[in-house]
């Protein structure tokens, strides 16, 4: 791995010296055997895969769109056991209770025959949580998950347990039957930092599936890394150099989606009720880090902006009501945006 030069400086990010370089270097053939495993049971599904371990490397939580059987759930079981986490499945439905989610205090009674509360942590205790089909609990249940996303702890009876390190959801949604949901508003949606979208795999793909899940044996994977690797990984994507170039085109690109900024275009004005925040800046210059590492690079460039435009700003942007009306493509226009940036 070589270090990338900059004409225009650097702006954020400071590699430590040679030991930083030397975990980076380190680091690069292990996220490739990561990857490369993952890929070996999730058939069809690179782009998606490369997403979700940008979201991992990232720190973040991702929202998983997709129809059914096209493998969600294989492919967070399949991260799990390949990076060493604990893994944990909540199947979200209309009945669940926001206690079934983060636990509850129960009274217990030693030897001696004292009692007391004590607390019994639910399936959020865990270090990489699937949370499936969350569209279909009702919003008070779909708060108390979002809100353990966000502060990375659960409060009962007036007591904080922090949650495991480290910690991400990956929450699933079945884009097609919306009967009996309770879709999640613009201010939890913000939460996620990438909405990745599953398609179908391609007939090649299909056919090595068929070959592989029908026969008598199933492919198995073994563990690459662990908690205390992955948490370093993390430490050091926050600290990759970032261009002034990279930056500045993340700027421009945030807020060209603004339809109130100045540099909206005309298309962007008509077609966009509400753009992305400063948290979407946020997410897009973490990821774009991250997905520089796992391609073995120290920096990132402006292909990884335009590569994660898409699923890290399309959630968090709407359209108004004449654009879903004319069949406005939301990805389509973000696509255009961050395609002039090059």
Known sequence: MSEQQYSSGVSAGTLQGEADVAEADRLAPVLRHVRQAIGEIVLGQDSV?????????SGGHALLMGAPGLGKTLLVNTASRVLGLDATRIQFTPDLMPSDITGAEILDQDADGRRAFRFLP????????LADEINR?????????????????????????????????LATQNPIEQEGTYPLPEAQLDRFMLQIS???????????????????????????????SLLAAQNLVRRLPVGDQIVDAILTLTRSLRPE???????????????PGPRAAQALMIATRARALLDGRLAPSLDD??????????????????????GTDREALIRKQAQALL
């Not at 100045?262 to 008509?270: G, H, I, K, T």
């Not at 902006?305 to 004319?326: D, E, K, Q, W």
């Open 49 to 57: 895969i490369e997403q979700v371990l940008v979201t991992i490397l």
């Open 122 to 129: 639910g399936p959020i205790f865990g270090q990489l949580v």
């Open 137 to 169: 609990a009702s919003p008070r249940t779909q708060s108390a998950l979002l809100q353990a996303m966000a502060e990375r702890r659960v409060t009962q009876g007036g007591k904080d347990y922090a949650l495991p390190r480290p910690f991400h959801v």
């Open 198 to 228: 599953l398609g179908f795999p391609d007939r090649d793909a299909e056919r090595q599936m068929l070959l592989q899940t029908t026969g008598a044996t199933t492919p198995t994977v073994s563990a690459l890394m662990n908690a205390e």
């Open 261 to 275: 900024d100045p540099s909206a275009s005309p298309e962007v004005r008509d077609a966009v009720s509400y753009g």
């Open 305 to 326: 902006v335009v590569a994660l435009a898409s699923p890290v700003l399309s959630h968090r942007i709407g359209l108004g009501f004449g654009a879903r009306a004319s």
